[in-house]
């Protein structure tokens, strides 16, 4: 059964850094493109980055600059690195996964919380 687990949210303050983990189990994703998402209160999921089997990335314009994905394949982990955090960046953060090379996201993880303080 394929899962994803996201960790690494928490409480923060406007200006820190954080680095979420999503851990990948079931299978091997090291030729998939793996993503994060986000779903601030009482708005629709928004798009957060992505990054492809060869490490190529894509950020939202509102993170671009700031966040920065990266990933491990032999410990099939994604991290999404999360700098000068501000309050609107508070949000359940999902990290989803797609086939092999690229499709749909068709793996979500369960989310972990962010929340920002200003």
């Known amino acids: 059964q394929v899962q994803l687990v996201e960790s690494g949210g928490g409480l923060m303050q406007a200006g820190d850094s954080l680095r979420l983990s999503c851990a990948a189990s079931g299978r091997t994703f090291s030729r998939n493109t793996l993503g994060w998402f986000r779903r601030p209160p009482g708005k629709e999921r928004q798009f957060v980055g992505s990054?492809?089997?060869?490490?190529?990335?894509s950020y939202a314009d509102s993170v671009k600059g700031r966040f920065t994905m990266s990933r491990d394949n032999a410990k099939n982990t994604v991290f999404l690195l999360l700098n000068n955090l501000k309050p609107e960046d508070t949000a359940v953060y999902y990290c989803?996964?797609?086939?092999?090379?690229?499709?749909?996201?068709?793996?979500w993880g369960q989310g972990t919380q962010v929340t920002v303080s200003s």
């Open positions: 990054i492809t089997w060869s490490s190529s990335t």
């Open positions: 989803a996964a797609t086939p092999a090379y690229g499709g749909g996201w068709i793996y």
